[in-house]
């Protein structure tokens, strides 16, 4: 999750160095051949039949030469181009065990952060409703908890299961946007949507977006607990602009620290679309805005 206080050095795909071909090859052949002429010019052959002899040894020798270096260079070759492909596979392998970190990460803070809140919340209710509050929270908590848990597994299947395909399912868009809020006030965070008409949005920006909302909603819910927060998605000329702004930590409430993972995954996804991911706080609350280029396209798109 996003750490207010500072950005994790985690998430990051290790940088390792690109394989390079380095072959000394030609340079060695070309040294033997040079070597050759120099021994020619300086030894006297008697003609017409020495002179050949001496000819017809230097021509199969320069052939053996280069016969010896293309053989070398192939070999060379074929060594670079293996060294390169496993450089290349270990390369996507980091990418897709951070990959799927980042997912592990945000379905284990999402869901225990919803059920920390909820839980909070309603320790905290008296009066009357007291005990239905109580048995509304508990039936909340277990559907967050068996959401999450549900999602874990289905992820450790895949991890359990090389060469197999991963579940497919639909990628996240704006129409999903509505889903996720209500999933922060079914916590207990008084969340409210506003989205505008933004026109056609590419589906990476729609991903990044529906990300950005929920990693932000998730901060609010472990910074600043049962508190009031405002989710904005608007077009700002060529940009999309999304924006989750809190009122700062319900009275009472104690912040909880996170593992500091979420902004570092948070800002590789507003990377990749060429963005921005500011982080400030705004009186006693917090604002993430993430600014995303995205030129604006023909209006009707939800």
Request: aromatic share 2%; proline share 6%.
């Amino acid at each position: 999750m996003c750490d207010r206080d500072g950005e994790s050095r985690l998430g990051r795909v290790p940088k390792t160095d690109r394989p390079v071909l380095r072959s000394r090859v030609w340079l060695v052949a070309g040294g033997l051949i040079v070597a050759l002429a120099l021994v020619l010019s300086t030894v006297g052959v008697d003609p017409p039949f020495g002179a050949m002899a001496v000819l017809l040894g230097a021509a199969v020798f320069a052939a053996a030469v280069l016969g010896w270096a293309l053989w070398r260079a192939r070999q060379e070759r074929r060594a670079f181009e293996d060294e390169l492909t496993a450089w290349a596979a270990e390369r996507a392998a980091q990418a897709e065990r951070l990959r799927i970190a980042r997912d592990l990460h945000d379905l284990a803070s999402h869901g225990l952060g919803l059920v920390t809140v909820r839980a909070a919340a309603a320790r905290t209710v008296t009066g009357p409703a007291a005990a239905t509050e109580r048995a509304a929270a508990l039936a909340d908590i277990e559907r967050t908890a068996r959401a999450a848990t549900t999602e874990l597994r289905r992820m450790l299947s895949v991890l359990r299961t090389p060469g197999e395909g991963a579940p497919l399912r639909p990628a996240e868009a704006l129409a999903d946007l509505p889903r996720i809020v209500a999933a922060a006030r079914a916590g207990g965070v008084e969340a409210v949507l506003e989205v505008t008409d933004l026109g056609e949005v590419s589906a990476g920006t729609q991903l990044t977006v529906c990300a950005i909302v929920r990693e932000g909603l998730t901060n609010t819910v472990r910074h600043a607990g049962p508190t009031a927060v405002r989710v904005q998605v608007a077009r700002a000329g060529d940009d999309v602009l999304a924006t989750i702004t809190d009122d700062g930590p319900a009275p009472g409430w104690a912040p909880h620290a996170g593992a500091g993972a979420g902004i570092a995954g948070l800002r590789e996804r507003v990377d990749a679309l060429r963005g921005t991911l500011l982080g400030e706080r705004v009186g006693d609350g917090y604002r993430l805005t993430a600014r995303l280029p995205e030129r604006p396209g023909p209006a009707g798109t939800p």
